[in-house]
């Protein structure tokens, strides 16, 4: 299995507050991702990032921010949750061959 | 209309059958994956394909570029097939961004 880790696993919180989830790799791979999961939808891009402090907006980026500051985590912020952004969230990563590989998800709750 | 569209959407089969998954797109592509997730569980690659097929055990997946489509196929079913497959298609731009298909939930009964 790909070294990825996301954390926490599971969170609720209440409309308003600032949420940071947490992508771990410990492949040194250059790209990482983030998805959102919801029922109807599928899994959507949020923000991806193709090297340290490079990032870049995905399909459902409004109201989210990331940070890359160190290739083996990427951070996604939401700066002031809304119940809109309940949702599941995975993180990934891919190789050199262009496989990806993902994280075991987040399960985000916004009250 | 979706860019990549899957089906079916539900799938129930009984165990043994032989079952397909169909997936078509309509951008350009330099892969198409195929992707798997049991109930509660995290999403795993299963296939990672850009021109012919792929075979790993029981699970053969097909692409044809020409035609914009591919399948996954699963001979002799079991219930511990039962999960969501997802189809997703590697962008030909920058990024390496992968856009996915709604799923398909198979549920197979023994």
């Known amino acids: 299995d790909a070294g990825i880790t996301q954390s926490p696993r599971h969170k609720v919180t209440e409309t308003g507050t600032p949420v940071t989830l947490r992508c771990h790799q410990t492949?040194?791979?250059?790209?990482m991702y983030w998805y959102r999961q919801d029922p109807g939808h599928g899994l959507r891009l949020i923000h991806y990032?193709?090297?340290?402090?490079?990032?870049d907006k995905g399909e459902v980026s409004d109201g989210y921010s990331v940070s890359r500051s160190k290739t083996e985590d990427f951070l996604l912020t939401l700066e002031s949750a809304t119940s809109s952004q309940t949702s599941v969230y995975f993180c990934?990563?891919?190789?050199?061959?262009?496989?990806?590989?993902f994280g075991p998800g987040t399960r985000l709750t916004v009250l | 209309k979706n860019e990549v569209e899957q089906s079916p959407q539900n799938l129930t089969a009984q165990e043994g059958e032989f079952i397909t998954i169909n997936c078509s797109y309509s951008v350009g592509i330099s892969a198409l994956h195929w992707l798997q997730q049991h109930p509660g569980g995290g999403i795993v690659s299963l296939f990672m394909?850009?021109?012919g097929k792929k075979k790993h055990g029981r699970l053969i997946a097909t692409i044809n570029i020409q035609e914009k489509h591919s399948s996954l196929h699963i001979t002799a079913s079991h219930p511990r097939d039962s999960a969501v497959y997802i189809c997703?298609?590697?962008?030909?731009?920058?990024?390496?961004?992968?856009?996915f298909g709604a799923g398909t939930i198979l549920r197979v009964k023994s």
């Open positions: 492949e040194n791979h250059r790209y």
């Open positions: 990032s193709y090297g340290v402090k490079d990032t």
């Open positions: 394909l850009s021109s």
């Open positions: 997703a298609v590697r962008s030909s731009g920058y990024g390496n961004k992968l856009v």
């Open positions: 990934a990563i891919s190789d050199p061959k262009n496989e990806q590989f």
